[in-house]
């Protein structure tokens, strides 16, 4: 009964490969997010979807794009990958924006 | 141009003491500030939060302390436990931008027993 679920967990690929994380919320949440952790471990904010509706879009290459079919599910898809892109991938989910934020337990992306 | 500061990577605390965990912010439009603790391989779990009309928030052992002319706020864990051993991010947001939380690069608490 996991509240925030990702997957993969692990994903190892080639660059220039495509490739999507999946996200899945069960709490009923009208906001979902995604985060990227990079090497130096800072937490930023790619992306928030609200009811579906794209929020914050954070400076991001256009080669990520969220996609989200309903209010519980918001995916992430990236393009071209490059070896930049390898980090750690949080999603994330809260009622209201100024409601604290469930996180899933991440995506490791490694580009080889 | 990093707005949420942790300047201490790392944080050793004997069990049983008091955990004193600090977070420094420049944008003093923030309004609204949580504190989120990581075990390694999980994501972040909400801890405590404060809104800027208030100094202090008190659930059970954590107090988060806000001093906004400072601009700094601190986590204060006591009686430290071995279970607290964790990261422990700091994040804010501002109403206008309610919905992006700027976290700063975390504290790495370890209790030793």
């Known amino acids: 009964d996991t509240a925030v679920s990702q997957t993969p967990k692990y994903l190892v690929t080639q660059m220039g490969n495509d490739k999507s994380i999946k996200c899945e919320q069960n709490l009923g949440h009208d906001t979902m997010y995604w985060y990227k952790q990079d090497s130096k471990k800072f937490l930023k904010i790619m992306f928030s979807?609200?009811?579906?509706?794209?929020?914050i879009n954070e400076t991001v290459p256009n080669r990520f794009s969220p996609k989200s079919p309903d209010k519980a599910h918001l995916n992430l898809h990236i393009n071209s990958l490059e070896l930049g892109d390898s980090a750690v991938y949080f999603c994330a989910s809260s009622q209201d924006y100024w409601q604290p934020q469930h996180f899933g337990d991440g995506t490791r992306l490694s580009i080889l | 141009d990093q707005q949420v500061k942790q300047n201490s990577p790392s944080l050793s605390v004997q069990e049983g003491r008091i955990s004193i965990l600090n977070c420094d912010y420049t944008?003093?439009?923030?309004?609204?500030f949580l504190w989120y603790k990581k075990y390694p391989a999980e994501g972040p779990t909400f801890l405590i939060s404060i809104s800027s009309i208030k100094d202090k928030n008190e659930d059970g052992r954590f107090t988060v302390f806000l001093n906004k002319s400072a601009k700094h706020l601190s986590l204060h864990i006591v009686p430290s436990q071995p279970g607290d051993s964790a990261v422990y991010f700091c994040?804010?947001?501002?109403?206008?931008?309610?919905?992006?939380?700027?976290f700063g690069q975390g504290t790495r608490l370890t209790i030793n027993p």
């Open positions: 994040a804010a947001s501002a109403v206008e931008g309610a919905q992006k939380l700027v």
């Open positions: 979807y609200n009811n579906k509706e794209l929020i």
């Open positions: 944008n003093s439009m923030f309004d609204y």
